[in-house]
């Protein structure tokens, strides 16, 4: 009966949207009727409201509905949808100003002469326009009325004509800031956090094992990682609507033909090319360049995006006057004002020290001040001419709510679909395929590209993708990223703005078009640009890194980057590291030779010998890589024959899961008909073909299968263990130097400290114990930044605590004492004669080894390095045999 409701409740969504009835009420009126009358049924029926659900029953879906009503309007943590309204308000507030009008008419001048000129230049502006407005509608309707007419007038052929500008209009759904991208970063959230419970869990299923290490995880993705993501695949499709209109224009001249401009290239031109194209690409560098430096969150970025869009318009609209200009200029100086101060004073009024700090502060406060006269000026502006500000708010307020409206319509038709045994329907045609995950992600992107036919793409998103997102990124033999499956969902569904009958972006164009221009025409004018949609989709899956790269790299090269020991990078800084040993593996092994010669008998007998013993792991490191080599080679090898037999297994004993699913909810469904007196003969029979199913499974699991399984499980174990001793051998090769160097670097702070330590036992004299134990502590904590301190240390402390004990007994302080200035003299002369006599050799050893041997106990990755690993960690690798 599940599957009845399930198909009751797809029947009423389809109907409900064929017949025009609002998207925004359709989705979640279809779930609360089929939820009512499932639950009406199994009561009249079964005697029970949850009879005919899959999953819990109305109260869990009730509970679910409230729980994704929270997510969207209270959680703190899922605060990336506030950007929404944000980023709408920029798109309407330049779209209403005529900004992109000015656009349209420059760059149609400047790009004319070109063969497809004017074409290109409508391209080019669609993704300026993408980049700052992302609002389709707007930017169809707006190139349409101005670029439409200008193209019929020059002899374009009107497929060619219409399909550049619905094309182009499209753009803003890849190209950042898009709220597409904002929308399914937030979905994604979700689909990874349920991918990862599924990985742990089939990990534990296949391996045995509680735990999984943290490097099989599913990589959680934001907002900001998807504008980063679609960034070069936006570009990678301007670049192919630009050479496609122009191989058109030469191959076929009479379909685009050059425009020649009337007027003149002078000075004036390019004043009006820039006054036009400068602002736009200023807000474009400031508001992504905020997000990609990490700078400012996307929230942040988005309320950016509105103060500039607003600066715009307030010049925008005063077009003409001798005044348009003085709030944005006033802005400009205040901006750099403001950079001048930050980076000349301290402007923390939490801490201020001194008269600069409260200079620094007190301009810091003008140059803010005179900022915000100037928002006030352009937003005064912007209100009362030709009522601008109201009608962008209220356009803003209609946009944002129908986008919340629909995403918790959709969440509530999600949690309808999965309690009727939805998405486990789903599941299990996916991952029955043969062809493992590319046949899934096929079938997806084929199931996605059909119904842009037919939805728009908020609906696509927030119904489509909490489906079937966590099936894809749940296997681990495709491994990839989050920000990829979104990027890839987001290229596809720019094409429902194209494919008729419901292609919104026609529509749009339809209601500005004139007669001469027929629908037919329209429909055959995007036909190409679809085909070159779907061809970048292709390039962007055959190179993930086109979409994981900037990602990656922002995330190494930040302030906040992760460590080197992190897991989730070992195996491409191993790859980066033996690649250097191969290039310059006798120059390392000349430096360690050379370091080792210098004189360490001098330092103390401990770090004398921690020192030595680090020169024999230098060495040994490459010994190590050597074990690493065989047994990946072993690994190699075995994985030839193994991988077809893992995969046939696996299959097998994952339909033996479902069987035995099946199994439990069957002897679940008896158990409860027998405690209400029903007949269970015809489940009884169920159960029994099941067990008789599931022992043919059993048997036909392959004989060899727990011998090969131990074998391989042999061979990773060894090549875990080898890659475990590389890292500790380097790890002892690299600690003891950069320890030794520290300490010596250290030998002027420690100079400094002498009279402290040197006059501690006078100056404690007549004290009372307590008051002097704080005095020897407070010396002890002195010592603590500096490096190498510990026998001083120990016996400052033992001082202490002679001092603090029951019994004070004065001879043990006072001997404690003289102990530590003894050591601090003995440890102040070896350093000191260190600094001259090694420190020079010392720096240019861990020159020669900090990336390499090193660098895994570097702070950070150096960029060189960081650049490596991100473009290898780009690339997905397959961990299905760890499974």
Known sequence: MELVFLAILVIIMASALASGFPVAFALPGSAILTIT?????????AGDASAYFAQGGPIQWLR????????????????????????????IMLQRSKIAEDLLITMAQLFGPVPGGLGISVVFVGALLAATTGIVGATV???????????????????????????????????????????????????????????KALFKASTGQFSMPSEFGVASTSAGDMFLGAFVPGLVLVGLYMVFILITAVIRPKLAPPIPFEGKFDKKFLSKVLVTLVPPLALIFIVLGSIITGIATVNQAGAIGAIGSTMMAGYRLMQGQRSAFYPALMALVSVVAIAIVVSNYSTNIKNIKSTDDVIGIVLAAIAVAFFLTS????????????????????????????VFIILLGAAMLTAAFRAFGGEELVREFLTGLPGGFWTQFVIVMAV????????????????????????????????????????????????SFLTPPFGFALFYLRGVAPAAVRTVQMYKGVIPFIGLQLFALFIVAAYPALVNYLPNRISLTSSTAPPPLNPRLQVCMEEYVFAEFASNGEEIRQAIATASKLDFSYLPKKMQANTNESFVSALAVFDRREDIRKVEAEISTAKETYASLHREVRAIQKDIRKIDAELKSAESQASRQKANGQNTSELDEYSAALKANRAQLVQSIPEN??????????????????????????????ESIFALIAAVEASDKLVKLGPEIEQLKSKIAGMEPKEAAKVVASVSKLLTPIDGTKTIKRLLSKARKGLT?????????????????KAYGEDVAWRQRARKELLPGLKEYDLAIRDTIGLRLQPTLPKKQALSIASCNSVPRDISLNF
């Open 37 to 45: 009358l499932a639950a009406a049924t199994g009561y009249l029926f």
């Open 805 to 821: 004990s029951k019994k004070v007994k004065i001879e043990i302080v006072e001997k404690s004492l003289d102990k530590a200035v």
């Open 375 to 402: 928002i006030v000026w352009s937003g005064w502006r912007v209100f009362k001419i030709e009522d601008t500000l109201r009608g962008v708010m209220i356009d803003t307020a209609k946009t944002t709510s129908l």
């Open 141 to 199: 309707v707006a190139m349409g009325l101005i670029s439409l007419p200008a193209m019929m007038r020059n002899n374009y052929s009107n497929a060619l004509a219409t399909g550049t500008i619905a094309a182009s209009g499209t753009l803003g759904q890849i190209i950042p800031p898009s709220i597409v991208l904002i929308i399914l970063a937030d979905q994604l959230a979700s689909a990874v956090d349920q991918a990862s419970t599924a990985r």
């Open 705 to 734: 299968w727990e011998v090969e399984t131990k074998k391989f499980a042999v061979l990773t174990k060894n090549g875990k263990a080898a890659h475990r001793r590389y890292q500790r051998t380097t790890d002892e090769a690299y």
């Open 64 to 91: 679910a509905g409230v729980t994704n009503f929270r997510g969207v309007y209270w959680e703190v943590e899922r605060d990336t949808l506030i950007a929404i309204p944000l980023f709408i308000f920029m798109g």
């Open 448 to 495: 996605i590209f059909v119904l842009g036919f037919f939805l728009d793409f908020i609906e696509i998103a927030v119904v489509v993708v909490p489906i079937v997102a966590p099936i894809l990124l749940l296997d681990p033999s495709a491994n990839v990223t989050a920000v990829w499956l979104g990027v890839m969902i987001g290229l596809n569904i720019q094409t």
